[in-house]
Structure formats: structure tokens, C-alpha cells
């Protein structure tokens, strides 16, 4: 989601761009294997996840940096840094995470689940649902498609460039409502005409959690947690109540730029997150995101179909080889192939990872957004660096 030209948060899983000069300390907690199978995983390939994980917490300054991996039908979970800044507290193996923009994937699977159901047409415009709702300078629902939401070609300016982000602090235990947060979008004139370029805007997926509302006559969060947390049986992931701000136990504390004019960094653990809403409220662990991207691929969330139409791409102009469908991005991969998944980006945690057609499953955390300890750029690659290395090596 976007703070400034220089900052964003829940955005693509991609470069957070911010500075900031702090000196912080962590100290590297050995993974402990759970059993003889998973240490016998770490042996291997984890080896250099966890040189990857080390360097994050190490050079780019991340208190805390953890993985979870499935490979080859072992899994293992390794972790670097402290829980809490400035200690040494142990990281907490697969702890609590907030979610961020994976929040999307989740989204599109119940819309696309709705579209298997006769509900929702892709190719119909956002009008026939939402009628009246999506109207402003150059911005017409008329004109925007229920695909053109999903994929981001929509052209909808984004909410979270425009509700103070930017001063993290002054908002960070503030709750909005939806129809505020499209408000605010729908006063700033459209970025482009619908259909003719890509660009990342958390509004799509506002509208997108709407639909969902409109056409079940039930909560968005309702929807998700019956239709996707319930069915993937993921135990840790939860869309938090309205007014909960704290993250389920065990977790590594998060951490973020109280502003991005003044560079100090706050404890962003407990935070309101209504703002993310169905761009980007959960809350889970790096093994559920990866057993959900799995299960996804696998075809057991979504009909073939409609698996087909969310792997249908556009470029996605944030990295050489990355492209966007319906709410995943193929990222390319090293070692040849490419993985889908989401990432997320929210004040106190960067989640990546996803799964590929081979079977493999990767979920990555850290506890602070790029950019709040140290280079932005430089960080943000590391972080794609190292769950690149979760997959290919």
C-alpha cells in the first residue's frame, strides 16, 4: 500500500522504497528441527536459505527473518534475528505474521469461486453488481470489468496513497470503514483508461471484497474464512474482528517508520488493520501461505476453469519477468521455471513466497519493511533474493 512516491505498503510483493539510517542489532537463533525427517531437509538446500536469512537480519538489518519450505515432500522451518529489537530473544519458529496483499489471492479465489457458481461474470462490468458505486473523474463502473479489478488493468487510483499512510503513527490505531477508504480513492481522477496499462491499486480489491459482499449478502471476512481458510483447513490464518489489533501468540514483534519524514522506527505489532481489508487484512504464518499457495495450484480451492482464467498474465512491469493474472503474480526463478504467489507488504512485516507446478511451497517473513532499517531497494532484493533461494536451492 502506497505511502508516498517513497514508501508503499500492502503493494506486490515488490521494492518498498524508503530511507532511513538506524543502527540496529539481532542476534542469529539456530532453526531447531521438529523431527528427524525435517532436519534431514535443512541439511541440504536449507543450508544456503539459512546463509540467506542470516545475511537479511545481518547486513540488511532486519530484526527477524523466517522460512518455511516444502521441498521434495520434506518440509523444513528455519529462522535469524530476534523476536524483539535491540534483544535476543528467540524468533519464534513459523510465528504469527500480518498478511499484507496475500490478502488478494484469497479474495480472488472466493470471487472466482462465485464466477464457478453462475454468480459473478468476469467480463461484466463492475456496474452490474455495484451499481452507481465506482463513479469519479475519468472513472466509470461501466467501463471497468470484474477481470479488470483482479488483475489491476482497472486504472482505479489507490486508496492508500490517500488516507495519511505516510504518518504511519498518527493512524496506526485508526479504523476505517470501506465505503471511506473508496472515497478516498474515487476523489482522485483515474490513472488510465481501463484496459490499457497495468499499475498495483488496493481500491481494485476493495471493490473486489464489495462484490463478494453484494452478491452473498454476507461479511467479505465471512466469506473468505468459510470458503478458503475453512476448505484449505489453514489453523493460522484469521481475518482479525473489527477493533482487534493484536497478533496471535507466538510472534516476532514488527517494526516500522513512525513517518516517513522523521525516520524513527516504532513497534507496529499492534495496529489496526481495517484499512487493508480485503486487499490486505489477514493474518497467518509463512507455512500456512505456503500450504494455501499449494493447494491452490493443486486445484483443490478452485474448478479448473477458473484455475485456468487466474493464470491467465499481463505483464507486470515492477521486475524483469514478472506478471500478474487474478490476483497472482508469476515471478521468475533462477534455477529455471517461475513461482505463483502474492507477497505482502504492511507496516511491521514483508511476506513472500508461494508454490510451483512441481510441488514445491515456500513462505518467507520479516519483521520490518524495507526501507526502515536500511536501503530500501537493496532490501527488498534481498528478501526476493533469499526466497528464490528457498526454491531452487
Known amino acids: 500500500m502506497g505511502r508516498t512516491k517513497t514508501a508503499s505498503r500492502l503493494r506486490k510483493g515488490v521494492l518498498v522504497i524508503a530511507a532511513v539510517s538506524l543502527v540496529g542489532s539481532a542476534t542469529t537463533i539456530a532453526a531447531v528441527a521438529d523431527t528427524p525427517r525435517e532436519a534431514t531437509a535443512r541439511a541440504g538446500g536449507s543450508t544456503a536459505l539459512q546463509r540467506s536469512l542470516d545475511a537479511l ?124 477508504l473508496l472515497t478516498a480513492a474515487l476523489a482522485h481522477p483515474a490513472d488510465f483508461a481501463p484496459g490499457t496499462k497495468w499499475k498495483y491499486s488496493n481500491t481494485n480489491y476493495l471493490l473486489a471484497g464489495m462484490l463478494i459482499e453484494k452478491v452473498t449478502e454476507r461479511p467479505v471476512q465471512e466469506q473468505i474464512t468459510e470458503r478458503v481458510i475453512r476448505k484449505a483447513g489453514l489453523r493460522h490464518t484469521s481475518w482479525p474482528q473489527p477493533g482487534d489489533q493484536t497478533l496471535p501468540r507466538p510472534h516476532a514483534r514488527g517494526y516500522a517508520l513512525s513517518s516517513v519524514e522523521n525516520g524513527k522506527v516504532i513497534d507496529a505489532t499492534r495496529m489496526d488493520p481495517s484499512w487493508g481489508g480485503a486487499a490486505g487484512q489477514l493474518i497467518s504464518t509463512p507455512s500456512d501461505l505456503a500450504k494455501f499457495a499449494r493447494q491452490l495450484l493443486d486445484g483443490k480451492l478452485l474448478a479448473p476453469a477458473q484455475l485456468a482464467e487466474m493464470r491467465k498474465t499481463v505483464d507486470a512491469p515492477l521486475m524483469p519477468g514478472w506478471r500478474y493474472g487474478l490476483g497472482v503474480f508469476s515471478i521468475p526463478l533462477s534455477c529455471g521455471g517461475e513461482y505463483w504467489g502474492h507477497g505482502g507488504d504492511i507496516d511491521g512485516y514483508e511476506t513472500r513466497g508461494g508454490a510451483t507446478d512441481d510441488g514445491r511451497a515456500v513462505g518467507l517473513a520479516v519483521t520490518a519493511l524495507p526501507g526502515t532499517f536500511g536501503d530500501a531497494e537493496k532490501s527488498a532484493k534481498a528478501v526476493m533474493s533469499a526466497t528464490d533461494t528457498a526454491f531452487c536451492n
Open 57 to 180: 537480519v545481518a547486513q540488511e538489518r532486519f530484526p527477524a527473518a523466517f522460512a518455511w519450505v516444502r521441498k521434495d515432500g520434506r518440509t523444513s522451518s528455519l529462522v535469524s534475528g530476534s523476536a524483539r529489537l535491540g534483544g535476543k530473544v528467540p524468533v519464534p519458529r513459523d510465528g504469527y505474521v500480518r498478511a499484507g496483499s496475500n490478502t488478494k489471492t484469497f479474495t480472488a479465489v472466493v470471487v472466482l469461486q462465485l464466477v464457478a457458481e453462475g454468480k459473478v461474470e468476469l467480463d461484466e462490468p463492475i456496474e452490474t453488481y455495484l451499481p452507481g458505486v465506482v463513479r469519479g473523474q475519468g472513472i466509470d463502473g461501466r467501463k471497468i470489468t470484474v477481470r479488470q479489478l483482479l488483475q489491476h488493468t482497472s486504472g482505479l487510483p489507490n486508496y492508500t496513497e490517500h488516507i495519511g499512510l505516510e504518518d504511519f503513527e498518527k493512524v496506526q490505531h485508526t479504523f476505517f470503514q470501506p465505503h471511506d
